[in-house]
């Protein structure tokens, strides 16, 4: 009972701090000079069409590096402790009937020319290389839902990973010998709303929905295979 | 108002009174396979008909909406025998008004 008094007072306390914050901020006017400078620069100064991937690109492209390494981690914690041995975890695979395998064979090749898609036109629509590798990824996961003796080729998958994060690496060396820093633009603008416009986001991208697509393919094999190889039925 | 627009509005019109429906039909219906039942077998044609509608209404997303239409055609229904499916493995509870059950006389268990 005292701890539910407690709780209250700090949450009265919080509310109050909240309400105190927002009483001095006038309400309906636009003090966003941050927003206002990116809506107004950046399709002179990068050619890109969509703001949020320049924004992503351009503005931040070093915070991205960092998200794909956070990617890369996570990727590999998932396979550290998938494979530790626990007797207690038996999973059942339920073989699936014959509607959802004709179903997979009709939509999954629409579902990779999506996500290809996406992450190729990421500087024009809305998207990335990070959505579209993850439109990929469940490509791949109805694969293995469908037909239980699937397996992908866990090598091949690991080299078109490594290259995907190699190609970021590499362009932003590249921006680094020619220009004054790292992750510089050193493609030209080009028109706006072509394919080939918007600098360096067209290969980093490619790169990235590539590298996210396999990464996540591999964790939907390591999850299967917990079930399939360690003593499941 | 031309014929098209007319010809979107009961389309739309139809697919609301589907929607609503699948709606009574989630509220009313006793079990997890009945319920199913209404919510993808009405719903995917609720669908249809309206995006078929928003299309006929403004000329320019006409292509657009008959290719969603084909895909929620095609994948709501596989969705749909999929779950039921594992729900079943998965051992949901039938109806005490439940009169024949021929997954199980196929199965032979």
Redesign the interface.
Known sequence: MIRKIIYGIFILIIVSAIAMFLRGTPFGVDKMDVGKYYLEETIPQTGAANVVTSVTLFYRGFDTLGEVTVLFTAALGVAVLLFIEDKKRKMTY?K??F??KI?TR??FPFILLTGAYIFMHGHLTPGGGFQGGALIATGFLLLY?AYEETSIDRKKFYLVEGLGGLTYVIVGLLGYFMRDSFLANVLPNGTLFDLLSGGIILPIYIGVGLKVGSELANIVDDLFCEVKCTGGE | MSVSVVIGYILMFVGVFFFLVSAIGLLRLPDLYTRMQAATKSTTLGAISSIIGIGLMREDILIKSIILAVFIL??A??SG??LI??AY?AKSPLTNKTVVDKFREKEGE
Do not use: F, Y
Request: no cysteine; charged share 10%; aromatic share 0%.
């Open positions: 339920v699936a009937n509607v959802t179903g009709i939509v839902l | 095609i994948t229904p596989i025998s999929a499916r594992a493995k």
